[in-house]
């Protein structure tokens, strides 16, 4: 124990002394700690810390560098100051270029033409950072025009201002418009500066050659091959036996006792005949209105043909009047008249009976849709979607455009009346669905959600609550045609392929069943109510474009392809 005590130092804070002063004589024993490290001289450390502080260079032969050094005394020079202007040395960093070391800028290829072309053109030009104009324009604004944002009055103003400032005279004959001196003096063509005098003369076989190609079009166009034919010669062929009966009846004439059957709809089965004689695929068919003993339709051989469904079951009459492919027909209330258009970019009214056009309308543009007033004292107004975003509205009377409707950013597509036909419903290319009033050229209701789709073919439920679009991505939508136009989540029908096509959607005249082609040729049905698939039947080769439900025969079914063929099922 005194060995233990006089190995301390008297005072020591650890001594056994001092610890009995704050423990009892039962606490245990604590050695005293020392530390393994060496002891440091801070004096020593303070001076190496200053001495590496200086901007002194580093000597290059050495290996070891006892310090952190700085930057600057990394690429200092060896001997002497580094005079400011000179040139990037060797010594001064990595050297990637002859010049020293040149960094990549990520420039787009646009905006280094943009102001590549704007220092050759104006002598100024934007240094990649975007902050300092290099060339004659220092002076000027910060953000000087470019050849590309320049308009084209700054650019002729310019380059008469340059023209005065080299003084550069202008020639007597620059000064005739008609000359081309001036064209080319004044650069009004890009190819313009290209003309360096006038055109040599021709050589013999040149000459010959022109000559030739000269008299070969004027042959053509004495044929009328040179151009597009404007005029169509409209004309008509009846095929039936005779166009009146002995009682005096057109052969358009529905039969008397034509009545519903019965006013339960059943799915067809099988194909009771086809009618063959189009050359082409088939783009539409309608039934005549209420009793469905016609059945007109339209081709892309340019025809439309008219086909006796009830006795003969042959073409009764074809109408020739359209120059390119028939988009859509349209029947009038009574079936006696019926609208047509056509690629050729004209809509011409006919008379069902005798073939003749009463009156044709163009707009210069496309029509994809036509459609008549249904109420019976507006028959002679006209609607068509046409495709420059439009729907015209024409009175037939007059032949004068009486409304249009354009707030459409697509080409329309389909025109659909509801509501007691004060107003309708129109899609369009633009995915969206619009509903205006009668006759008032503003959007009532407009729809569209980032899920829709264009909408090329609409249908309306016989009970008028209802509409049926035909959307691209292969499932039918279902629309309340109320108030609020709203979209009915619960009812959506899909497993057919359209996707790319027109294709038809239609109704039962009970409305029991929907029915719409696909792209494969087959024709779909579906419960209205339980939204199942109920039959698919495979009608044609091609693509099965329309499909219409017989407006009596409850249980008959036509469709159309564009292998050319219409199809009666039953």
């Known amino acids: 124990m005194d060995l233990l005590q006089s190995s301390y130092a008297p005072g020591d804070a650890s001594s056994p002394e001092d610890e009995s002063l704050s423990s009892t004589d039962t606490s245990p024993l604590r050695l005293p700690t020392k530390s393994a490290a060496p002891a440091v ?49 060797s010594a001064s960093g990595h050297r990637n270029h002859k010049l020293g070391h040149v960094e990549d800028a990520a420039l787009l290829p646009f905006l280094f033409d943009e102001q ?21 324009a220092q002076s000027q604004a910060p953000d000087p025009d470019t050849v590309y944002n320049l308009p084209p009055s700054e650019h002729k103003r310019r380059r008469i201002q340059s023209r005065e400032e080299n003084h550069e005279p202008v020639p007597q004959e620059a000064q005739n418009p008609a000359s081309d001196e001036w064209v080319v003096h004044n650069k009004q063509s890009p ?25 070969k079009k004027a042959e053509k166009e004495a044929r009328g091959e040179g151009k597009e034919k404007t005029e169509v010669v409209v004309k008509s062929t009846f095929h039936g036996k005779e166009e009146k009966d002995y009682q005096g009846r057109s052969w358009t004439t529905p039969p008397k006792d034509a009545k519903t059957t019965n006013e339960r709809c059943y799915i067809p089965k099988r194909c009771v005949h086809e009618w063959i004689g189009h050359t082409k695929g088939v783009s539409a068919i309608r039934f005549s209105p209420k ?36 988009r859509d027909i349209s029947f009038s209330n009574d079936g006696s008249k019926f609208l047509s258009a056509g ?52 009175d037939m009377k007059s032949g004068q455009i009486t409304q249009e409707y354009d707030q459409h950013l697509g080409a329309v597509n389909t025109i659909t009346f509801v ?96 029915m719409s082609g696909d792209g494969e040729g087959s024709c779909w049905f579906w419960d209205w109510k339980s939204c199942r698939r109920f039959k698919t039947l495979k009608c044609h080769n091609g693509v099965c474009i329309g499909c219409e439900w017989h407006p009596l025969e409850t249980s008959k079914v036509a469709t159309c392809g564009w292998d050319g063929v219409i199809k009666y099922w039953d």
């Open 41 to 89: 001289d801070e004096t020593a450390l303070a001076l190496s810390a200053a001495a590496a502080s200086t901007s002194r260079p580093l000597d290059p032969s050495l290996h070891r560098i006892p310090f952190n050094p700085t930057a600057e005394q990394l690429w200092a020079p060896v001997l002497g100051p580094q005079h400011p202007h000179a040139p990037i040395s």
């Open 116 to 136: 590549y072309n704007t220092f050759h053109r104006f002598g100024y030009a934007s240094d990649p950072s975007g902050l300092h104009i290099i060339g004659d």
């Open 191 to 215: 190819w313009a500066g290209n003309r360096e005098g006038p055109p040599v003369e021709l050589t013999d076989e040149q000459r010959q050659y022109a000559e030739a190609h000269a008299a």
């Open 291 to 326: 009793y469905g003993h016609l059945l007109l339709s339209a081709s892309m051989d340019c025809k439309i043909k008219i086909w006796d469904v009830l006795e003969s079951k042959t073409c009764m009459r074809t109408y020739m009047g359209h120059s390119k492919a028939v």
């Open 343 to 394: 690629y050729d970019r004209n809509i011409q009214y006919w008379d069902t009976e005798t073939g003749q056009v009463i009156s044709t309308f163009s707009t210069g543009k496309v029509p994809y849709v036509v459609k008549l007033n249904p109420d019976e004292d507006k028959q002679h107004i006209l609607l068509a979607g046409m495709s420059d975003k439009k729907i015209v509205q024409w």
């Open 419 to 514: 509501d007691n036909n004060r107003r309708f419903v129109t899609s369009s290319d633009d995915k969206s669905l619009r509903v205006w009033e009668f006759g008032i050229p503003v959007v009532i209701k407009y729809i569209s959600e980032p899920h829709m789709h264009s909408m090329p073919s609409i249908a309306v439920h016989p009970n008028s609550n209802w509409l049926a679009a035909q959307s691209l991505d292969n499932q039918i939508l279902i629309y309340s045609t109320k108030e609020r136009f709203q979209l009915n989540k619960k009812k959506r029908f899909a497993g057919h392929i359209v996707a790319g096509y027109a294709c038809q959607v239609s109704f039962s005249p009970d409305g029991r069943f929907v």
